[in-house]
């Protein structure tokens, strides 16, 4: 992690930096000075969270996608700015092949877990969570 000083922020720590394949967009995930954790994507900074993991822009640059910690301590997927629902654990985050649609896996508060697409939840067949 990087450390960079001056400017809109005091101080803030670098944890990644991402521009997309034909370099016409950019992200950098940082941590400001309270702690908290945001992505600023095309000069514009998300809200906080209490971690920010996987950001990803599409192939054809125009959608992005990341999980994060909200300050309640649930997961969230964040797609082009908006968040789904909360949930206890994520994992596998996909874009189709054609950018047009994603899909993850979400563990609900009760430990069941569910297929998402599109931000509608389908329930998971437990061969294909592999736990």
Do not use: C
Request: aromatic share 12%; charged share 35%.
């Amino acid at each position: 992690m990087e450390k960079v000083f001056g400017g809109k922020y005091d101080e803030i720590t670098i944890k990644e930096r991402i521009l997309t394949a034909d370099k016409t967009r950019s992200a950098v995930i940082v941590r400001k000075q309270n702690g908290r954790w945001v992505v600023i994507i095309d000069g514009k900074e998300s809200k906080e969270y209490n971690n920010i993991l996987k950001f990803q822009f599409t192939p054809d640059s125009r959608r992005y996608a990341y999980i994060a910690r909200t300050l309640n301590k649930k997961w969230v997927v964040v797609v082009d700015g908006v968040e789904s629902k909360n949930y206890h654990n994520i994992k596998n985050f996909e874009f189709s092949s054609d950018n047009k649609h994603y899909s993850f896996l979400a563990q609900k508060k009760d430990k069941k877990w569910v297929v998402i697409v599109d931000g509608k939840e389908a329930e998971a067949p437990d061969f294909y969570i592999g736990e």
